[in-house]
């Protein structure tokens, strides 16, 4: 029951709530871009599940109040975006705390496995080529991420359509809403230029490994996504 406590707290940041976030101000918020990116906690809790649960929990006590605080301090983070005035809202989803239930079913009765997805999930592109991306529109840049992002849903939606309800359908739930997040955020941004059809930048690769999508996931978002949000920091009076 304490692995199941943690791993919910862990994923506390990656689904919704009734607030408004400003696509703005995450563009000019770097901390909030960071509390955004579940894959740490995501990636922590794959390693917890896979470890014997009587060193697991050995060790629960001493990792669950340092996940609790961040989860709270990226919710918080997230809260304060919806305080600043734009013309382009966002709906962000955060899990609602009545998910930390005694009455929740626990979660370890079906994680043996859960690093192993069923079918073939596709990969985002996640190579940038700095020369060749300095040259595209800021629309471009958008689109190839985007496209990426939808791909990988799409994916990850299809293997979560495939388990059945327990840990493994949990953590592709939480990872399905986080892409979610990142799709509204990115088709709300005001950008100049044409409108440009999302196309993908590579042929993708494929893998059955939750932990390869992870960390693929992990590379677009801190790596590609970052670099183009950074070149839109211009339009912000202050970079935080």
Known sequence: MALSRLLLLCMIASEVWDSETKSTEFVCSRAARKALNIVPEMSSA??????????ASRSIYFKEMGCLTTSIWMLYLICLLSVVTCSQPVHLSVLSLSLVSPMSPPLQSNCNGSA???TQVQLPCTELHAASWEHKSEREKRGEIVASLRLLVEGVKSERSLRPAGCGALLLQRL???????????????????????????????????????????LLISAKLEWFMVGLEHRCTNSR
């Open 176 to 218: 399905e809403n986080n892409i979610n997040n990142y799709l509204l955020i990115l088709t709300r941004l005001q950008l100049s230029g044409p409108v440009v059809t999302p196309s993908l930048s590579c042929v993708p690769r494929s893998t059955q490994s939750l932990r390869t999508v992870l960390m693929s996931y992990n």
């Open 116 to 118: 192993t997805l069923s």
């Open 46 to 55: 794959l390693v917890r599940m896979s470890l014997p649960l009587s060193l």
